[in-house]
């Protein structure tokens, strides 16, 4: 499997010996790029606020630009969505799999999305998670990760502050026995949490750089857990004023590593409706507290007038299951985990638009070196976005491809089209979901619609020769 991966890898990446950074010149135009990421936020639908969530500042960036409300991971973890995104590879050619390893120990000499734009002269800087930030508390091996001095002049993680640490409120729901779900409602103010500190960052490097160029990824942190944010956005949403998801009866049972499986799914089953609220709850906390740094970032913008040289991508890393097949997280081929936020505000295109087209997250990289004006350093497993930004109607593609793993033997591959969602399983297992009828995905009609499946595991076919 490794050699195979390498080999295809070594294929993909030969022609690239001989580009020189002169090649890749900058266009005239030289336009900023602000890349703004959120980690394990949901796409909460048509409207990303819809009558749920409070996130006012991604509503300005909606007004003066496109989502895409069918936008696709290519794998719905942290570190090989990041890396797939930033590479503009897919995870079965980049390798990257799990959070377990960065993204240049696979492939050492790929030009990550950042780095084009460095090597050609931009200004390049990230602040908080834009690639994973695996390493712990090793500074040196934090900085790999995060691909400082090769994707970024420079690259800073941040940490709350003791009294960020300090809770008001909050508890862990599985008492214990994951570590991770617990909430706190924190005391401080914005500025004590990595998220607050990350949004003073940015502005900082724009005011210092003004019109450079530049290339600055800001990496929120929220709404991951541990769901923690300061108290006051705890206080937008009353206790009891969310309702939560519970799957009907008559749901078609999925494999059980279709969603997770273990301590996890052994912990939720256990999870009484108040637990789900809490846990809910948190999430929108962290949800609008991450959308109020986003508007500190988007006011810098405002005031030094950067708006028509400056593209603006904000993006999730994947989906979340927020209850839905009674999970609690990403990783699964399920709609909720693969689809996520997606906004693109891009200089001489229109704001408020609204585009159904699909489109996969491998499409940022030549998205975003078509309008820097730079040629892609290696074959793109995307296509630019422009024709969509300029008309919300267009189609660039009429499939997205999702991959997950179970362990080095089992995976299952996930295609959506306009209409369906067909998942198939190494082991041979199928799901098909037909989302004209069934937008949650709660029956697998992949019995009675044979032809589909036939159609749809031909296109999953072009994929397997990528598979390890
Ligand atoms: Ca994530």
Same mark, same amino acid.
């Given at each position: 499997?490794?050699?195979?991966?390498?080999?295809?890898?070594?294929?993909?990446?030969?022609?690239?010996?001989?580009?020189?950074?002169?090649?890749?010149? /900058?266009?005239?135009?030289?336009?900023?790029?602000?890349?703004?990421?959120?980690?394990?936020?949901r796409d909460f639908g048509g409207a990303?606020?819809k009558?749920?969530?409070?996130?006012?500042?991604?509503?300005?960036?909606?007004?003066?630009?496109?989502t895409f409300e069918r936008a696709y991971?290519?794998? /719905?973890?942290?570190?090989?969505?990041?890396?797939?995104?930033?590479?503009?590879?897919?995870?079965?050619?980049?390798?990257?799999?799990?959070?377990?390893?960065?993204?240049?120990?696979?492939?050492?000499?790929?030009?990550?999305?950042?780095?084009?734009?460095?090597?050609?002269?931009?200004?390049?800087?990230?602040?908080?998670?834009?690639?994973?930030?695996?390493?712990?508390?090793?500074?040196?091996?934090?900085?790999?990760?995060?691909?400082?001095?090769?994707?970024?002049?420079?690259?800073?993680? $941040?940490?709350?502050?003791?009294?960020?640490?300090?809770?008001?409120?909050?508890?862990?729901?599985?008492?214990?026995?994951?570590?991770?779900?617990?909430?706190?409602?924190?005391?401080?103010?914005?500025?004590?949490?990595?998220?607050?500190?990350?949004?003073?960052?940015?502005?900082?490097?724009?005011?210092?750089?003004?019109?450079?160029?530049?290339?600055?990824?800001? &990496?929120?942190?929220?709404?991951?857990? /541990?769901?923690?944010? /300061?108290?006051?956005? $705890?206080?937008?949403?009353?206790?009891?004023?969310?309702?939560?998801w519970?799957d009907p009866a008559d749901i078609t049972p999925v494999?059980?590593?279709a969603?997770?499986?273990?301590?996890?799914?052994?912990?939720?089953?256990?999870?009484?409706?108040?637990?789900?609220?809490?846990?809910?709850?948190?999430?929108?906390?962290?949800?609008?507290?991450?959308?109020?740094?986003? &508007?500190?970032?988007?006011?810098?913008?405002?005031?030094?007038?950067?708006?028509?040289?400056?593209?603006?991508?904000?993006?999730?890393?994947?989906g979340?299951h927020?209850?839905e097949r009674?999970?609690?997280?990403?990783?699964t081929l399920f709609e909720r985990s693969c689809r996520a936020?997606l906004?693109?505000?891009?200089?001489?295109?229109? &704001?408020?638009?609204v585009s159904r087209s699909l489109v996969e997250?491998?499409?940022?990289?030549?998205?975003?070196?078509?309008?820097?004006?730079?040629?892609?350093?290696?074959?793109?497993?995307?296509?630019?976005?422009?024709?969509v930004?300029?008309?919300p109607d267009a189609t660039v593609k009429d499939a997205a491809f999702t991959?997950?793993?179970?362990?080095?033997?089992?995976?299952?591959q996930s295609v959506r089209t306009a209409r369906w969602r067909f998942t198939r399983?190494?082991?041979?297992?199928t799901e098909l979901y037909d989302h004209e009828r069934d937008h949650e995905e709660l029956r697998n009609v992949a019995d009675q619609q044979a032809a589909v499946v036939k159609e749809l595991a031909i296109r999953l076919?072009?994929?397997?020769?990528?598979?390890?």
């Open positions: 499997m490794k050699y195979a991966l390498a080999l295809f890898a070594a294929l993909l990446l030969e022609p690239l010996a001989d580009i020189h950074a002169a090649e890749r010149a /900058p266009s005239p135009s030289k336009l900023n790029v602000l890349l703004i990421m959120a980690d394990d936020l990303f606020t009558e749920v969530v409070k996130m006012p500042n991604l509503d300005r960036l909606r007004a003066r630009g496109t991971v290519q794998y /719905p973890v942290c570190n090989p969505s990041r890396s797939s995104m930033l590479a503009g590879l897919r995870a079965e050619q980049t390798g990257i799999v799990g959070n377990d390893v960065p993204l240049r120990n696979k492939m050492p000499d790929i030009i990550t999305l950042p780095q084009l734009c460095k090597d050609a002269g931009w200004q390049s800087h990230a602040f908080g998670k834009i690639f994973h930030l695996g390493g712990g508390k090793n500074a040196e091996a934090r900085q790999g990760w995060m691909d400082a001095g090769r994707s970024w002049h420079t690259a800073q993680a $941040f940490e709350a502050t003791p009294l960020g640490r300090s809770m008001i409120e909050g508890r862990n729901v599985t008492g214990g026995a994951l570590n991770w779900c617990s909430w706190g409602a924190a005391d401080g103010g914005d500025e004590d949490q990595p998220d607050g500190q990350i949004a003073a960052a940015t502005v900082e490097m724009i005011e210092k750089l003004g019109d450079a160029p530049w290339f600055i990824g800001c &990496g929120f942190m929220k709404p991951h857990d /541990p769901f923690i944010a /300061p108290k006051k956005y $705890f206080d937008l949403y009353p206790p009891g004023s969310l309702k939560t519970r494999r059980k590593d969603v997770g499986f273990g301590a996890y799914g052994e912990a939720f089953a256990k999870f009484t409706d108040q637990e789900w609220r809490e846990l809910f709850r948190a999430y929108c906390a962290g949800t609008s507290f991450m959308d109020a740094q986003l &508007g500190r970032v988007l006011d810098a913008l405002d005031k030094h007038k950067l708006w028509d040289n400056t593209i603006v991508i904000f993006v999730g890393d994947h979340y927020t209850g009674q999970w609690w997280n990403k990783n936020p906004v693109i505000a891009a200089p001489g295109m229109n &704001g408020a638009q997250f491998v499409d940022l990289y030549p998205t975003i070196a078509d309008f820097c004006g730079l040629k892609m350093p290696h074959a793109a497993a995307g296509t630019s976005l422009r024709p930004l300029a008309k991959v997950v793993f179970r362990g080095p033997k089992l995976s299952a399983w190494s082991d041979g297992q076919q072009s994929l397997s020769k990528l598979s390890p």
